[in-house]
């Protein structure tokens, strides 16, 4: 077991049990010019998680944990995006609609993709998902349970959508999760903010937070000579 310093607590894992998610790093809520920017959304509130994920995505790679990526989105033909969902947004800018990366949020577009700082490698599991939360009308509970994982480290954007929904989703489904605080990125700063206390308030109603630093410490505990 290893234990990160985090809030509420220390928060304990097992390398072989636990599962790093990476949620909707994707260059359409990322890149300059993209939906989330013509949204009226400042990118690089979400641009500058990708630093402190690429070495977070490093050091669990190097330790062998699994990785999961999940990737908002919906089939070409839409079949799979609710009305409600569709009808968001102002009319040019609806999901399907053309963006600067191609289809907005449509699977196979380039605009749908990961970053390429956090491309996933061969072998790792990759998730595309119609809904906020990574459970939703996806394999990822099959996953979980065939490899036997009980923790989730929670990564990726946005705190206070995606990240939230899918750790709430997993709070309820037993899961134990940490989100890493500089890993996870919202486009306004008081979501940021108040989405993380939410996660561990109250003893922890959802799970832990702490920082990729604690994590990786963790992860690679520096050898007493
Ligand atoms: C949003 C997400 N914010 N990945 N998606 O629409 O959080």
Redesign the pocket.
């Known amino acids: 077991m290893t234990a990160v310093p985090a809030e509420p607590g220390p928060f304990t894992f097992d390398v072989g049990s636990t599962a790093l998610l990476v949620?909707?790093m994707q260059r359409d809520?990322l890149l300059p010019g993209g939906f989330g920017e013509s949204l009226g959304n400042d990118v690089g509130q979400l641009a500058r998680v990708v630093p402190p994920l690429a070495g977070l995505l490093a050091g669990a790679r190097e330790a062998g944990m699994l990785v999961i990526h999940t990737r908002?989105g919906h089939e070409p033909d839409l079949s799979d995006c609710p009305p409600a969902k569709l009808r968001r947004g102002a009319p040019s800018l609806r999901i399907g609609d053309p963006g600067a990366y191609g289809r907005i949020l449509v699977r196979g577009e380039y605009g749908h993709d990961i970053v390429d700082e956090l491309a996933p490698l061969p072998g790792e599991v990759v998730l595309d998902k119609p809904g906020?939360g990574a459970f939703y009308a996806t394999d990822l509970q099959e996953v979980l349970v065939g490899a036997g994982i009980t923790s989730l480290i929670v990564t990726g954007?946005?705190t206070e959508?995606?990240v939230h929904t899918t750790v709430r989703e997993a709070n309820d489904r037993g899961y134990e999760c940490l989100v890493v605080s500089d890993c996870v990125g919202s486009y306004f700063p008081e979501f940021q903010r108040v989405g993380l206390q939410m996660v561990s308030a109250q003893g922890g109603i959802f799970g832990w937070v702490a920082p990729s630093s604690a994590v990786l410490a963790a992860l690679n505990p520096v050898p007493v000579s």
Request: hydrophobic share 45%.
């Open positions: 949620i909707d809520f908002e906020k954007v946005t959508v995606c």
